[in-house]
T-cell receptor, first 114, second 113 residues
Framework: DTEVTQTPKHLVMGMTNKKSLKCEQH?????MYWYKQKAKKPPELMFV???????INESVPSRFSPECPNSSLLNLHLHALQPEDSALYLC?????????????FGSGTRLTVV | SQQGEEDPQALSIQEGENATMNCSYK?????LQWYRQNSGRGLVHLIL?????REKHSGRLRVTLDTSKKSSSLLITASRAADTASYFC?????????????FGKGTHLIIQP
């Protein structure tokens, strides 16, 4: 299996809702990432997990809460989001250590906050 | 924060022509990678070049890296309509861990049939 699977593909949520984005990979990668991408902009790093531990938080607001239950799964819990949080959320995975290969990205969750 | 700039921001060429995109970055790197993104969906890894390499080929792709100028270029030869996409360079400055990639602003490539 050489894929990163993200669910759901689309999500519309109100500003008072709580929802979760899910990401799964079975490539044995021990680093997993969340990126946020606005239209016509490059992806921006949000969180990095290395060996299931949060290693980087790029000053992301607390209304975004990541979780890594095991080496194959990555969740992003959403609560009290704002309309400006509407974006494409991308999950990625990679090996830890000197890179031989690139990152593997999922196809993303397109989030709309209303 | 964004690592660097890519130019051009948009490029439109005829099918069969070659397309060249450039990327500049600011900090020292471990490697530089190029990705393709179709219609705002997931990114697909194209090629990785390490900081001690100067040129790399993969099929119709040719990547160069000049660490003294902190720049890279991606050449796509004999372009096809299916190459229409956004192309991003991304730098990895981790020394052996996993620090995440920093992406350039991207080039939107349109191949006219």
């Amino acid at each position: 299996d050489t894929e990163v699977t993200q669910t759901p593909k689309h999500l519309v949520m109100g500003m008072t809702n709580k929802k979760s984005l899910k990401c799964e990979q079975h490539m044995g990668h021990r680093a997993m990432y969340w990126y946020k991408q606005k239209a016509k902009k490059p992806p921006e790093l949000m969180f990095v997990y290395s060996y299931e531990k949060l290693s980087i938080n790029e000053s992301v607001p607390s209304r975004f809460s990541p979780e890594c239950p095991n080496s194959s799964l990555l969740n992003l819990h959403l609560h009290a989001l704002q309309p400006e949080d509407s974006a494409l959320y991308l999950c990625a995975s990679s090996q830890v250590g000197p890179a031989q290969y690139g990152y593997t990205f999922g196809s993303g969750t397109r989030l709309t906050v209303v | 924060s964004q690592q660097g700039e890519e130019d051009p921001q948009a490029l439109s060429i005829q099918e069969g022509e070659n397309a060249t995109m450039n990327c500049s970055y600011k900090t020292s790197i471990n490697n530089l990678q190029w990705y393709r993104q179709n219609s705002g969906r997931g990114l697909v890894h194209l090629i990785l070049i390490r900081s001690n390499e100067r040129e790399k080929h993969s099929g119709r792709l040719r990547v160069t890296l000049d660490t003294s100028k902190k720049s890279s270029s991606l050449l796509i030869t004999a372009s096809r309509a299916a190459d229409t996409a956004s192309y991003f360079c991304a730098t990895d400055d981790s020394g052996g861990g996993a620090d995440g990639l920093t992406f350039g602003k991207g080039t939107h490539l349109i191949i006219q049939p």
